[in-house]
């Protein structure tokens, strides 16, 4: 019987449940109502309590208030998606309650996590019940029921697991979403994930945490004596080509006479290599001869292979967010926000580089890469708002999936953030259009939410596995039309899905039909889709801009 938790013993349980997370995510993610190939409920939840481990992992606490502090303050910065802020409101709300607790009882923890749902349920705009919110609410108070007649935490965590279990299984008749796809909540279930995990932990075998993600190829030197290394440095980068049609015939001659274990991709706009050699800045150079240098990894394998004989971590790239913290506590400062140099101010998150031209071209001042793919985080959000020079910033989350990582900010920044919701893109390219920095902070708020409002957006991806919704049984692989929130048509047939988009946009009589087409799309194919487009709506100024998206093969905005 557990009747009291320490600072190692709830650092333990952190770390479990999270690992019991990372090891479900994918099929947390698999509940999502549509099978789109982006970055799901599991997914976000799973990096974004994987921050707070690294948190945890790279300091000493000696109370659980300083553990509680840690995790609270790294899964606010690193929440991803809806999902991952709420679960990031839930620790805070414990944290809260835990303040001045060097160990923590049956009835504290429990109050605590009370505490987070309330925290929760006030930050969420609307809360919606059938959630993350429903099964965290239930749980929890099983939690002080339980406590209030007893000590034992494992019987309690038993409890909580128990009402979790059973309003996860109501979640599909609270939701209509949900029902129509008969699924339960992804965002509920990876709660319960984090609990089990918890107890685990409290019943002495926490689950261990292995991250799935797939990381840069690195070379095999583990087995090798120094004089086997004939070229030290492992360097990756990425250039973006200058010329399509470049021939890259002289540059691999030039790395293989500098290197070896030369491996080079490329596609119309870029290329990657990775080389092992002695001169990695020369290698890097001479690629600038061909384009824009995006992306570099290098890294010493003479050094590693030392540390690892040596029973020591081989330090890598991945390790870089940990140096730099660490030379900022020796008294590195960081620069700090971007001075004002004028009243406002706009961030963008879009992928793609024909989107980016497009929200530069409007007058953006700073850009954050993710989307669909890969939601970015509140941490990723806010710097991108600090580095502009503004008192006041805009920002454009262009994903309903964003909003909330993106209104954290505000708390974590002197300067003021406005996020206007944006679900799409091309509801922030409207947004944008409106932008008029005469205008008073509310007004333009106001004008460019609903310069939002008049865009219907249609998106074209395929479908990454089998499911349902709606009573239509969706095939993996099969094109994907979705509008907002609704699916207009999933088919083999991509003829008929362009004339079943021509039949849903028609509601709107639209006078401005946008087609963004994404980086698996050719300028031929996105043509015949223009055409398609001005023969069905003649009265509309229909326009075709290559936006050079992931996941989408087109989004359609019509206005």
Same mark, same amino acid.
């Not at 799901?40 to 707070?52: A, E, F, Q, V, Y």
């Given at each position: ?8 013993? =709830?650092?333990? $349980?952190?770390?479990? +449940?999270?690992?019991? /997370?990372?090891?479900?995510?994918? @099929?947390?993610?698999? #509940? ?124 309690? =965590?038993?409890? $909580?697991?128990?009402? +979790?279990?059973?309003? /996860?299984?109501?979640?599909?008749? @609270?939701?209509?979403? #949900? ?131 040596? +029973? ?248």
């Amino acid at each position: 019987m557990v009747h009291s938790i320490d600072a190692a013993l =709830f650092k333990s $349980m952190v770390i479990s +449940g999270a690992a019991l /997370l990372e090891r479900n995510k994918q @099929q947390i993610n698999e #509940l999502n109502v549509f099978p789109v190939p982006d970055g799901d409920t599991g997914t976000n939840m799973s990096l974004t309590l994987n921050s707070g481990v690294s948190s945890l992992n790279s300091g000493e606490y000696g109370t659980v208030t300083a553990c509680a502090d840690a995790v609270a303050s790294a899964l606010l910065r690193g929440a991803r998606g809806n999902s991952g802020v709420i679960l990031s409101l839930l620790f805070r709300g414990i944290g809260k309650s835990l303040k001045g607790k060097a160990t923590v009882t049956c009835q504290e923890l429990a109050r605590a996590m009370r505490e987070g749902v309330n925290v929760a349920y006030k930050a969420v705009m609307r809360p919606t019940e059938g959630t993350i919110l429903t099964v965290s609410r239930l749980s929890a108070d099983a939690a002080v029921e339980y406590a209030d007649g007893g000590g034992d935490l494992e019987e309690m =965590f038993a409890f $909580m697991l128990s009402a +979790g279990d059973e309003a /996860l299984a109501h979640t599909i008749d @609270q939701n209509p979403v #949900l029902k129509k796809a008969g699924v339960v909540d992804a965002g509920g279930k990876g709660y319960l994930y984090i609990l089990r995990g918890m107890l685990s932990a409290l019943q002495g075998s926490p689950v261990e945490l292995v991250v799935t993600e797939e990381e840069e190829p690195k070379a095999d030197f583990t087995s090798m004596g120094e004089e086997e290394i004939t070229f030290a440095f492992d360097t990756v980068f990425i250039v973006r080509k200058s010329d399509p049609d470049l021939d890259l015939t002289p540059f691999r001659e030039y790395l293989s006479s500098i290197g070896d274990s030369l491996v080079i991709g490329e596609d119309d706009e870029a290329f990657k290599v990775h080389v092992h050699t002695n001169t990695p800045g020369d290698a890097l150079n001479a690629a600038q001869q061909y384009g824009v240098l995006e992306l570099a990894k290098i890294e010493n394998m003479v050094t590693q292979r030392d540390d690892l004989a040596a +029973g020591r971590k081989a330090q890598s790239t991945d390790d870089l967010e940990a140096v730099e913290a660490e030379l900022e506590a020796m008294g590195s400062a960081p620069a700090g926000p971007a001075a004002p140099e004028k009243r406002y101010g706009v961030v963008a998150v879009c992928a793609g580089k024909g989107m980016e031209d497009v929200f530069i071209n409007l007058g953006v001042d700073a850009l954050v890469t993710g989307g669909q793919t890969m939601n970015p985080s509140t941490e990723d959000i806010l710097k991108a708002v600090d580095s502009v020079p503004a008192e006041v910033v805009f920002v454009l989350p262009n994903n309903k999936n964003i909003i909330m990582a993106a209104q954290q900010c505000d708390r974590l920044t002197e300067k003021d953030v406005v996020v206007i919701p944006s679900k799409t893109v091309p509801q922030g390219i409207s947004a944008m259009v409106c932008f008029d920095g005469d205008m008073e902070p509310d007004d333009l708020t106001n004008s460019m939410t609903d310069a939002c409002r008049t865009v219907h957006t249609t998106l074209v991806t395929y479908a990454a596995r089998d499911s349902e919704f709606d009573g239509a049984a969706i095939k993996a692989g099969e094109y994907l039309a979705l509008l907002e929130s609704s699916l207009v048509a999933n088919t083999a047939s991509f003829e008929e899905l362009i004339d079943a988009i021509c039949g849903s946009i028609r509601d709107f009589d639209p006078e401005v039909l946008t087609i963004f087409y994404g980086e698996d799309v050719s300028e031929a194919d996105a043509s015949e889709v223009e055409e398609r487009l001005i023969n069905a709506f003649p009265e509309a100024d229909v326009q075709l801009i290559s936006g050079g998206q992931p996941v989408y093969y087109y989004m359609i905005s019509a206005e």
